[in-house]
């Protein structure tokens, strides 16, 4: 009998022990990785530390692209929070150079991961080629870094920026930020605009507005109701509208802007006789 008991008791106490070391396992906190759902596109590698550019996207093409960066201190790898970090575009040509309209770099909801976006007008080529130089401190020092990054036309080949000069004399930049996956349905409607005061700044252009009118050539060129235009919305600093796809294929969604005073500065009515925009997105979907 005692042997009978000691045994019920060992094997209590095993029980219970495994219990807890699985309650304790469950518990645990496993660290995920804030951009594990995010492509990283380039790691620059420095002699103490690293600045790394992610985005939903794969590759860098013309028009609108949004980046995460974040830098990391290599001898303790961990990433750095309060880095002031700023950014410069620069596309370097054969007889020139440019920069292109981007967004100031905000610290996200994790502090050490900053985002903004860069629209760039045009892809490199052999001979011309894009770089950003990042500025931020680290470990008290004030640190610039230059890096090149390979830009290209998207695979699709469908024009998703427009660079033009507005009947104001004034040279614009158009690009196509969402629906990043279209739908048949009425989707939110998103794009950005600047206007080019030098050939090393671009101003968000505020309260104008872009006519939304599109079609399908391919099936008569038949247009969708429920489209609202694009107005400014000054908490982002994007033009938001709505966009009416009826069905799968081939759109141009033709575009006219319009300035404060409701004057055209780029774009024509489609009609009968105009089939086409000269200012107009592509999609395929």
């Not at 976006?117 to 052999?126: A, D, E, K, L, R």
């Not at 158009?174 to 009425?186: D, G, R, S």
């Amino acid at each position: 009998m005692k042997t009978i008991k000691y045994l019920s008791l060992l094997f209590i106490a095993v029980f219970t022990l495994a219990s807890c070391s699985k309650d304790d396992y469950d518990d645990t906190i496993v660290e995920t990785d804030p951009m594990e759902a995010y492509n990283l596109l380039k790691e620059f590698v420095y002699t103490d530390h690293t600045v790394e550019l992610y985005s939903e996207k794969t590759l860098i093409t013309t028009g609108y692209n949004s980046f995460f960066v974040r830098i990391k201190d290599i001898s303790t790898n961990t990433f750095v929070e309060n880095v002031n970090l700023s950014w410069m575009p620069m596309m370097h040509m054969e007889t020139m150079m440019h920069s292109a309209p981007k967004s100031v770099l905000t610290a996200t909801e994790t502090p050490s991961i900053y985002n903004g976006f860069i629209v760039f007008q045009m892809p490199g080529n052999t001979t011309e080629y894009w770089d950003i130089t990042f500025n931020y401190t680290f470990k008290g020092a004030q640190i610039s870094k230059t890096e090149q990054i390979e830009v290209q036309s998207p695979a699709d080949v469908l024009s998703k920026v427009s660079s033009f000069m507005g009947s104001d004399d004034t040279r614009y930049i158009l690009a196509y930020v969402a629906p990043t996956t279209p739908e048949v349905a009425i989707n939110d409607f998103t794009a950005v605009l600047y206007k080019m005061e030098d050939m090393m700044t671009f101003t968000n252009v505020e309260n104008y507005k872009v006519t939304v009118d599109p079609r399908m050539p391919g099936m008569g060129n038949h247009s969708s109701p429920n489209n609202e235009d694009l107005t400014y919305n000054a908490k982002n600093g994007m033009y938001e509208g709505k966009l009416s796809l009826t069905m799968t294929g081939y759109w141009k969604v033709n575009l006219k802007l319009l300035n404060a005073a409701n004057e055209v500065l780029k774009g024509e009515d489609v009609t009968e006789d105009n089939l086409e925009s000269s200012l107009y997105f592509e999609l395929e979907f």
